[in-house]
């Protein structure tokens, strides 16, 4: 999953939404000297990619793009999966989505010295053009698909897969939303124990 399902999923615990969204910044065991609630994100986020990564509906959406993206197509899925839960907010909070994201900003900013490196240089850009509010329309997901397709030296061709989310968009959006009920549950489960531990 991308950035704003990893933030949702860690149900609102300040530490843990840290260590959840910026947990790909970090290399195999290197997360041990932050605070606990910062690491149990980084296990979190781990066990949500390896949920997603083994989970059928998940690999429908990316078999779909696989002809024309390769292994790029998981990536793609996860923004597209990220432009659904933005765009059906409402079905999933009861607090506007301009107002969530400003408050993860604003958590960021507060824990600006906490964040690993590879994330201090990436949230001014974050912030200052809004991506999670931006998810939420398909202009917002082009720009994001560009910005990945530049970083991949235009190799992937990602900046083309707003073409198949536009061609395919009731069939992608439809399996966001089985998977996403069935992430939800099995996230919930693992903060759950997370936080008993």
Same mark, same amino acid.
């Given at each position: ?6 933030i949702?999923?860690?149900? %609102? ?8 969204? &910026? ?13 606990? !609630? ?8 781990? #066990?949500? =990619? ?27 899925? =996860? ?6 839960? #933005?765009?059906?907010?409402? %079905? ?6 301009? %107002?969530?994201?400003e408050?993860?900003? %604003? ?28 998810? #939420? ?9 560009? !910005? ?9 061709k990602?900046? &083309? ?10 069939? &992608?959006?439809?399996?966001? @939303?089985? &998977? ?9 489960? @693992? ?7």
């Open positions: 999953m991308n950035f704003l399902a990893h949702y999923l860690s149900f %609102d615990d300040p530490q843990i939404t840290l260590g959840n969204f &910026f947990a790909d910044h970090i290399r195999g065991n290197k997360y041990k000297h932050f605070p606990e !609630g910062i690491q149990k994100g980084v296990i979190l986020h781990r #066990a949500i =990619d390896t949920f997603t990564d083994s989970h059928p509906i998940a690999k429908q959406s990316s078999k779909r793009l696989h002809k024309n993206y390769s292994h790029y197509s998981r990536v793609i899925v =996860d923004i597209y999966y990220d432009h659904f839960l #933005a765009k059906n907010w409402p %079905d999933y909070s009861k607090v506007h989505l301009k %107002d969530y994201v408050k993860f900003y %604003d958590l960021l900013e507060d824990n600006y010295g906490l964040l690993p490196l590879a994330t201090q240089r990436m949230v001014p850009y974050m912030i200052s053009n809004n991506w999670l509010y931006s998810y #939420a329309s398909l202009d917002g997901i082009s720009k994001v698909l560009d !910005g990945m397709n530049r970083r991949t030296n235009n190799k992937s990602m900046n &083309f897969a707003i073409l198949d989310l536009e061609e395919h968009y009731g069939a &992608f959006e439809n399996e966001f @939303k089985l &998977f996403f009920e069935e992430l939800i549950t099995f996230s919930r489960h @693992k903060f759950n124990s997370l936080c008993e531990d």
